[in-house]
């Protein structure tokens, strides 16, 4: 509960505490629980925690030399970063910033199959593959932003007004986001 607590938290709005993670396990849970390794609620949400230790984005990217800035990185360099962790083919997915027009990073795939080995993610997936080779549907004619705060609506949390507790709360809260997209993923992909 304690890991769960930290690393796997409710983000639904108006939702009840618990809400969050009933609905992972009757919704991919269930499925996944076919697999040996995951055969019970807590195995389930142990290995979700696992992954999200052994796959932390952040130094996955941090090891490759991808670090939050405003200048952005290539597509090739961030995939790089990934590939050469995992020594296999991540998919990547940007978002454009409806204001600023940067396009983002909005989630880094890495894919299983079900003995959970990491594997090439699957080229069919309707996400195109670019010219490079690389699963993405990220502009290759922009630098793909890679921020430590996420802006949104045009407003920067790091802004002197904010308070620090509130910083606190955002950026544990964008944490939790990206955690629940990749653990999504995973378990989508696992049933």
Known sequence: M???NSHWTNIEANTKPNSFWKHEWDKHGTCASTLPQLDSIVNYFQQGLDWNEQYKLSNILEKG????????????QIYNAVKTFT????????????????????EIRICFN???????CDQSNPVNKNKYGI???????KPVMYFAEVPMNGIS?????VDDAFKQHFEEQM?????????????WYTT
């Open 2 to 4: 304690d890991g769960l």
């Open 65 to 76: 030399k991808i670090i939050p800035n405003s200048e952005g990185y290539t597509i090739e």
């Open 87 to 106: 020594n296999k083919e991540p998919m990547i997915q940007c978002t454009v910033d409806r204001q600023t027009k940067d396009s983002m990073i909005s």
């Open 114 to 120: 079900k003995t959970l080995d990491v594997i090439d």
């Open 135 to 141: 699963i993405t549907n990220c502009n290759l004619k």
């Open 157 to 161: 949390y790091e802004m002197d007004y």
């Open 175 to 187: 944490y939790y986001m990206s955690v629940y997209r990749l653990l999504k993923f995973l378990i």
